[in-house]
């Protein structure tokens, strides 16, 4: 065995090494790490043949590792995989992979660094803005101190997705930029806070509103005289599910964006 090749992904990206060694018809084993985690994508005469990440293998590895914008690789030749775990074409993957990247590069222009902190925006107005289960969950853990790093790590998600619903909801107005991370944050949220929320679901969905948010802290495993903060939109999404009229559960959304906000 022999490293032929190695670097770091934010200098040559994955997509290139991978395109280099298509080229060279190159067999053996790219090993790719970063603070999140560690991957493996082994080639015989440049095409892909298995990928696995800690969490996962086959090609839902493979996407996970493209979306990593951090990290060192090196190449090994001559090292058999242990398994064939990729049926996709490799063409086909290097294709998807290169539109995958077009959409990285506007990202990478709001997120440079994953060590980049965010916050709720508190000057913006949010609009009609209708926001995706997904997003809420990655909106419960933006709180002005934890790193797009420190999302990833907490949501188990890849860097991609969660690097996309950042730079989205940064894009809306919704969240901006932290240049100095807070020293502290709340710990809970206060008794106002579900009041609010009792009152604004209730005009939603009429008496029943406060059997509903009961219910969804319980299933959270918290109570209401300590709910932790960085649970707060995780809470609404799960409420506001509840609201079966769209028009009133964007209004309801929207009100408890703002409230988040003031927090």
Do not use: Y
């Amino acid at each position: 065995m022999a490293e032929t090749l190695a670097g770091t992904i934010s200098e040559m990206s994955l997509l290139e090494i991978l395109k280099l060694l298509n080229s060279g018809k190159m067999s053996g084993r790219l090993q790719i790490a970063n603070n999140i985690g560690k991957g493996e994508i082994f080639v015989r005469q440049g095409k892909i043949i298995h990928c696995a990440t800690g969490t996962s293998i086959g090609e839902a590895a493979f996407s996970n590792m493209l979306g990593w914008i951090e990290g060192r690789f090196s190449f090994e030749t001559n090292v058999d995989a242990p398994e064939e775990s990729v049926e996709t074409p490799t063409d086909q993957l290097l294709l998807d992979g290169a539109r995958k990247m077009e959409d990285w590069e506007a990202i990478k222009q709001v997120i440079s660094s994953m060590d980049l902190v965010f916050c709720l925006s508190a000057s913006s107005s949010t609009g009609a803005i209708k926001l995706e289960p997904e997003e809420w969950q990655i909106l419960a853990q933006v709180n002005g101190n934890r790193t797009v790093s420190q999302i990833v790590e907490v949501t188990n998600k890849d860097e991609f997705s969660v690097a996309k619903i950042l730079f989205h909801l940064h894009s809306v107005g919704l969240l901006e930029k932290v240049e100095k991370p807070a020293t502290s944050a709340r710990d809970t949220i206060n008794e106002s806070f579900f009041k609010e929320i009792e009152d604004e679901l209730s005009k939603a969905i009429g008496p029943m509103a406060l059997l509903i948010i009961e219910e969804v802290i319980e299933d959270l495993g918290e109570t209401r005289e300590a709910f932790p903060n960085d649970k707060i939109a995780i809470m609404i999404e799960k409420v506001c599910n509840e609201i079966d009229d769209e028009e009133k559960k964007l209004q309801f959304s929207q009100i408890m964006i703002e409230s988040i906000k003031k927090l």
